[in-house]
Nanobody, 121 residues
Framework: QVQLVESGGGLVQAGGSLRLSCAAS????????MGWFRQAPGKERELAAA????????YYADSVKGRFTISRDNAKNTVDLQMNALKPEDSAVYYC??????????????WGQGTQVTVSS
């Protein structure tokens, strides 16, 4: 199994940037498709971005396309989410997740504890 720990959340003004990082342990992330989910109060959890394990294919939700960038460093065993031009509606708890399949969407098997991102207007 893989253990995931997120970091980098915080409070930022609208228009600002944050970089989230997910550190994996237990297994190398090169064997996993990695995703960043987010969940705001009263809303369903949504997949914000994902990167496939083998081909490095990426997925972005329409709401973050052009502003967020997901990247993976297999040597460091980390997956980052660079978030630019942040909006108040980006405020949520962000979760790192992993799964063995190459498919970007759908269910994920392993989850971190989450990190809070708050964007003030």
């Amino acid at each position: 199994q893989v253990q995931l720990v997120e970091s980098g959340g915080g409070l930022v003004q609208a228009g600002g940037s944050l970089r989230l990082s997910c550190a994996a342990s237990g297994r190398t992330i090169s064997t996993y498709t990695m995703g960043w989910f987010r969940q705001a109060p009263g809303k369903e959890r949504e997949l914000a971005a994902a990167i496939s394990r083998r081909l490095g294919i990426t997925y972005y939700a329409d709401s973050v396309k052009g502003r967020f960038t997901i990247s993976r460093d297999n040597a460091k065993n980390t997956v980052d989410l660079q978030m630019n031009a942040l909006k108040p509606e980006d405020s949520a708890v962000y979760y790192c997740a992993a799964k063995s399949l190459e498919i970007l969407r759908g269910e994920y098997d392993y989850w971190g504890q989450g990190t809070q991102v708050t964007v003030s207007s």
